[in-house]
């Protein structure tokens, strides 16, 4: 069983469309990630999650949403994108201690998106 | 100022050798955590390697290992006996202390081709 998976692997959306992309997580860790690989540009992390709360929100603008209904699911709600919005979306999760401390994150495959 | 660095956008390496890929980073935390990760073309980011700030010795994880020295602020993965498989980008990332959300920060990334 893969450990973080996410729905589609690949998709293609025109500028006013509205679609969702989907991480799920089976490692039993407490937090979870989105992150933004643009083309030639270190990872930016988009958001994170713990225990179903968000604790971090890197001035991301609003047409991205997310939202983690339970530790396991995460999900990135997109609206009215940029072309420049194009870029591989990864999810990660690990443990994240109360001290703030993150064992190691575990990434899943990704997301190309495609924004036309 | 730029907390992780990677200076080789890419390296050759031939197939059955040893190859050392560079990252240094910048901190003024005590306590803090290297990593390094694998993405082959597919997108997957995949963990290989982890070292503490106040580990003793250097981590090492089959064919990888880090040379991690402290003073120098460096933290270089080295791939012994290369495959054609390790063809992939790599890229090193740091995590800070506590309170910082399980933030993880990325180095820019160097593409590693390895040559039969």
């Known amino acids: 069983e893969t450990g973080v998976t996410q729905t589609p692997r690949h998709l293609v959306m025109g500028m006013t469309n509205k679609k969702s992309l989907k991480c799920e997580q089976h490692l039993g860790h407490n937090a979870m990630y989105w992150y933004k690989q643009s083309a030639k540009k270190p990872l930016e992390l988009m958001f994170v999650y713990s225990l179903e709360e968000r604790v971090e929100n890197n001035s991301v603008p609003s047409r991205f949403s997310p939202e983690c209904p339970n ?16 870029a591989l979306y990864l999810c990660a999760s690990s443990h994240l201690r ?14 190309r998106l495609t924004v036309l | ?13 031939q197939e059955k050798e040893a190859v050392t890929l560079d990252c240094t980073y910048d901190t003024s935390d005590p306590s803090y955590g290297l990593f390094w990760y694998k993405q082959p073309s597919s997108g997957e980011m995949i963990f290989l390697i982890y070292q503490g700030s106040y580990d003793q010795q250097n981590a090492t994880e089959g064919r990888y290992s880090l040379n991690f020295q402290k003073a120098r602020k460096s933290a270089n993965l080295v791939i ?3 495959q054609l498989g390790d063809s992939a980008m790599y890229f090193c990332a740091m995590r800070e202390g506590g309170n910082q959300g399980g933030k993880l920060i990325f180095g820019q990334g160097t593409e590693l081709s390895v040559k039969p």
């Open chain 1, 71 to 86: 530790s396991s699911h995460l999900f990135l709600h997109l609206h009215t994108l940029q072309p420049e919005d194009s």
């Open chain 1, 98 to 111: 109360t001290s703030g401390y993150t064992d190691t994150q575990y990434f899943g495959p990704g997301t």
């Open chain 2, 1 to 13: 100022a730029q907390k992780i660095t990677q200076t080789q956008p890419g390296m050759f390496v």
């Open chain 2, 80 to 82: 012994s006996a290369s």
